[in-house]
C-alpha cells in the first residue's frame, strides 16, 4: 500500500514548527521516519501535512549544564551510540543505542521519535526512566517539562498535546560511583524487546531505581519509594518480583519470569561496574 497524499513543510525554525502543526488539525510531525513511514504506507495514519523537522538546528543541540545535558530531540540513536555527544551517563547511553534495531535504523531514528511515538518496548522509554530524564515539550501555549515517567500514559499514548513538540530531552549526569545496567531479551538481535531491564544505582545522589520494560503498557519503575527495599545494591529480587506480580502488567508467569531475568541480567552488569 501507498501513502495518501499529503503537503509536505520542512521548516528552518521550531516556532514555524509549532504555527504549522497548530493550524493544521491533520498535521504529523516527520522525524527519523522509522516507525512514521510504515504507519504512513499502511495507512494507519492519513495526515493532510507532514511537517518534516530535521532541518531544525534546535532540535539536534547537545547542552550541558552543571545537572544535566540536554539532547535536541531529533540527536539520532547513531549519534548516541557513536558517543558524538556530551555523555551525562559514563557510557551507558552509548550502550543503550548500540542495541537499539540495526545501524540503518539507528542512523535515522531519533530519541525524541522514540520518546513520541512511546512503544512499551522502546528502549529509550525504559533506559530515560531509569536516569530520571525528562522532556522538553513546546506548543502554541509555550514551553513545559516532564518527566519520562509521567509522559508516557500508556502503550502508544502520551501527554503530547496535538499543537506540540517534543524539542528535548534533559538527562541528568550521573556521579562518577553511579553504576547503570541494561538488558534486553529478544529472539533475534536488532528486534524490539520481549523483556526489558534498566538499574541505576546512584548512592552519592541517593537513587536505586529498576525499570521492568517492554510490558503491555507503561515500563513500571521500583524504587525504594514503592517497594521493599533500601539502598543496599543489589537489592534482594523476591521484593521486585512481588512488585511486578501485583502491577497486573505482566500477565503470565513466562511473561514474569522473563521480566525477571531481564532485570537479574541488568543488575548483574550495574554490579559488575
Ligand atoms: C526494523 C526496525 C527495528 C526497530 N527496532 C527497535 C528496537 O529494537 N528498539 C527501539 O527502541 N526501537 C526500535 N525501532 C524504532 C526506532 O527506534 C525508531 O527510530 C523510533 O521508533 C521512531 O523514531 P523516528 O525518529 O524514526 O520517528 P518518526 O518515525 O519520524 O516518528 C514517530 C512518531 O513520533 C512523532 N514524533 C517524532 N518526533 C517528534 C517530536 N520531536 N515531537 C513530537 N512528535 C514527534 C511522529 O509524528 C510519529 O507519530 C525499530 C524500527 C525499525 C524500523
Redesign the pocket.
Known sequence: MKPVAFDYERPRTLAEAVRLLSTNADA????????????LNLRL?QPTLIID?TRIAE?TRVEEDGEAVTLG??V??ASIEDQKIVDPSNGFLAEVAH????RA??T??????????A?P?????SCLMALGAEVL?TGARGKRRIGVADFMRGALDTE?EPD????GVRIPKLSKKARAGFA?I?RKS????DAIGAVLHDPERGVLRLVAGATQGRPIIIDPATCPIDMNFPPPLGPVRKKLEQSGLAADVYELNIHMAAIARALDKAHAQ
Open positions: 504529523k510531525i516527520l522525524a527519523g521516519g522509522q516507525t512514521l513511514g510504515p504507519m495514519v523537522i532540535l530531540a531529533c539520532t540513536h542495541g537499539i534495531a540495526y535504523v539507528r535515522r531514528g531519533t530519541i525524541g521519535g522514540s520518546l513520541a511515538h512503544d518496548a522502546a528502549d529509550w522509554l515539550l503530547l506540540e513538540i517534543m524539542d534486553k529478544c536488532g528486534e524490539f524487546a
